[in-house]
Nanobody
Framework: QVQLVESGGGLVQAGGSLRLSCAASGRTFSSYGMGWFRQAPGKEREFVAAITWSGGSTAYANSVKGRFTISRDNAKSTVYLQMNSLKPEDTAVYYC?????????????????WGQGTQVTVSS
């Protein structure tokens, strides 16, 4: 069992940066692939970024590629999402998720564990 707690959300102006963190409990964090998803009001949850258990492979949605960076520190059982050049359309609740297996997951159905989410609001 893995429990996930996100932090780092907030209000930022367009062009600014935020760093989200997701702290995991459980002894098997290092064996889980991790991902970030987001959900804006009235929209479906969408994939943002993912990373394998080793950190050796990453994947990004086209809308955030070049602006967002996912990383992890297995010693701290934490995954991060560095978000730069933020745009108003990045406004959403951001969720951290964990999955078993070694393959990158880009669909929410592939994830076994979810955090409660953290709000990111980008003003224009």
């Amino acid at each position: 069992q893995v429990q996930l707690v996100e932090s780092g959300g907030g209000l930022v102006q367009a062009g600014g940066s935020l760093r989200l963190s997701c702290a995991a409990s459980g002894r098997t964090f290092s064996s889980y692939g991790m991902g970030w998803f987001r959900q804006a009001p009235g929209k479906e949850r969408e994939f943002v970024a993912a990373i394998t258990w080793s950190g050796g492979s990453t994947a990004y949605a086209n809308s955030v590629k070049g602006r967002f960076t996912i990383s992890r520190d297995n010693a701290k059982s934490t995954v991060y999402l560095q978000m730069n050049s933020l745009k108003p359309e990045d406004t959403a609740v951001y969720y951290c998720a964990g999955r078993r297996g070694s393959v990158i997951g880009v669909r929410s159905i592939e994830y076994d564990y979810w955090g409660q989410g953290t709000q990111v609001t980008v003003s224009s």
